[in-house]
């Protein structure tokens, strides 16, 4: 193989297609799991205290107590849907849903825009997620973070190759030409 001594075995060939195959179907999976939270505070408002323990968990989650931003916002976001802060949170979860499906989807195809999409994306929530694990350690947050940590990571790595592959394809394209 030509590939440099320093570039990691990770992003070599198909080991590196076959870990973007796996993190966008992780993104697919996970896009799956928010359809049907988001679909559900939509429509199971029949469920007055199926939603009112929903609600609870909401506020836990997202540490409603511990943030007074967070707290104004869904505040403000409640005063203009008239269906409240659940409803609220469904249309969220259905558009974040509609976001993990266009990553997943887009980086399987091995498309570069969704594997930039996709670190922005992900790069944005890992403060989210130090703050949640900040205030309540355990472990399945920590996987969660050192997971969006690891995906962050790897497409960088993988768009920072490709552009310097590209770079160095490009000279020698242009002597061949002439």
Known sequence: ???PAHEPAILQGARRIRYLKLIALFKIAKGVLLLVLGVSLLFLNARTRWMDALSN???DEILLEHSKAVSYLLHKL???LAGGTLRATGFLALFYTAVL???GIGVYMQRRWAELLM???TATLIPIEIRHLWHRPGLVGALILLANCFIVWFLYAVLK???AKAQTAQPHELVETR
């Open 119 to 121: 670190i922005f994306a």
């Open 101 to 103: 499906f266009t990553e």
């Open 1 to 3: 193989m030509n590939t």
């Open 161 to 163: 190759r490709d552009k």
């Open 78 to 80: 409640q005063s203009v």
């Open 57 to 59: 968990w909401a506020a």
